[in-house]
């Protein structure tokens, strides 16, 4: 069979995708068959090898974040594989190549198709199951904390959730690039972990006042970024931890989606407030920040310097537990399944 501009010629028809038929708990993810998704003009089809498991994922299962306009409504929004057919437009030489990619959705199943732009080589340096950990972290901590909140060598930041996919890959970017990574954890454990993986600074919220310690730990001087999933109260308190002219990046609001701030405090202390998400932005917004990753981050990456902590590798059909893991709250970095 011929699929796209340019492929392998027996690719099967259909597929084992994990597409729930409506929301509901963990239970909902079991395998079904699919038909084999046709690349467009500028994408690639890609023979899944792994698939990496995130927070969107679990809400998109319980029905609080469908897909965009045009997205397969197949979860999965980060994959590693093989690309084995091409759409219109796309270079031969990238037949056979290892990748991988961040997607809109579809990501769960043996074959998916990919903006060409969105992927990035996945080097010898790294198993398939440690590149499909990479893109949806990495395109979010560089879009938020090094883009968003401009953060430069040197800068101290705070990150939420420091034991997380996001909260591990900030802490690997930023020890590459010289920052000094102050997280939260919810355990001694988390923070001792996440003071191995290389954050300098770890905080237990449940026992210790994160602003205070963030006050201590910085000679009362502040952060000048703060890296926020939690939103609703937390976000004074993370400014009361910002430094003059600092930055709060939101990514993601687990805490709430409202909260009441202090604008005089904001004006005198000249704060600047940003946020974004990821998933619905355009093809050529994630093509630009592909390319800035493939040339700032990628040789870290190419050189082995650069590798995702993995908690827990599962088998496709195991989507159900890999979600369980995710909501149980004790997994330390990414989730990834295997077809």
């Not at 469908?66 to 030489?93: F, K, Q, R, T």
């Not at 976000?235 to 009361?240: Q, S, T």
């Not at 908690?311 to 077809?339: F, W």
Request: charged share 20%; proline share 8%.
């Amino acid at each position: 069979m011929h699929l796209g501009g340019c492929g392998v010629a027996d690719l099967p028809r259909m597929m084992i995708a994990i597409d729930p038929a409506a929301p509901g708990g963990p239970e909902v993810l079991v395998p079904v068959e699919r038909p084999v998704p046709s690349p467009a003009a500028g994408e690639v089809l890609i023979k899944v090898a792994a698939a990496g498991v995130n927070r969107p994922d679990v809400f998109q299962r319980r029905g609080f974040y469908p897909p965009p306009p045009g997205a397969p409504s197949i979860l999965g929004l980060e994959l590693a594989g093989e690309i084995v057919s091409l759409g219109e437009g796309i270079d031969a030489g990238a037949l056979g190549q290892p990748v991988c990619a961040l997607v809109a959705g579809g990501g769960y199943a043996e074959y998916a198709v990919a903006p060409f732009g969105q992927c990035l080589p996945a080097p010898p340096a790294l198993t398939m199951i440690e590149a499909a950990a990479l893109p949806e972290t990495m395109f979010t901590v560089w879009i938020n904390l090094f883009e968003r909140a401009y953060v430069v060598e040197g800068d101290p930041v705070l990150v939420h959730g420091g034991t997380s996919g996001i909260g591990t890959m900030a802490i690997l970017l930023g020890r590459l690039f010289g920052l000094t990574v102050i997280v939260t954890c919810g355990s001694d454990e988390k923070c001792a972990r996440a003071l191995e993986i290389g954050a300098q600074h770890a905080i237990n919220y449940r026992r210790q006042d994160f602003v205070e310690e963030v006050r201590a730990i910085t000679g009362g001087a502040g952060v000048q970024a703060v890296l926020d999933m939690v939103g609703g109260d937390y976000v004074p308190r993370n400014l009361a931890c910002l430094a003059d002219d600092g930055r709060h990046a939101t990514i993601a609001t687990l805490g709430g989606s409202k909260a009441e701030l202090d604008f005089t405090a904001i004006m005198q202390r000249r704060l600047m407030l940003t946020g974004s998400t990821l998933r619905p932005r355009s093809v050529a917004f994630k093509t630009l920040v592909a390319d800035e990753l493939r040339r700032n981050v990628w040789p870290f990456v190419e050189a082995g310097r650069l590798k995702p902590v993995i908690d827990t590798v599962l088998p496709l059909a195991e989507a159900a537990e890999a979600h369980r893991r995710m909501e149980g709250g004790d997994h330390v970095g990414k989730i990834v399944l295997i077809t």
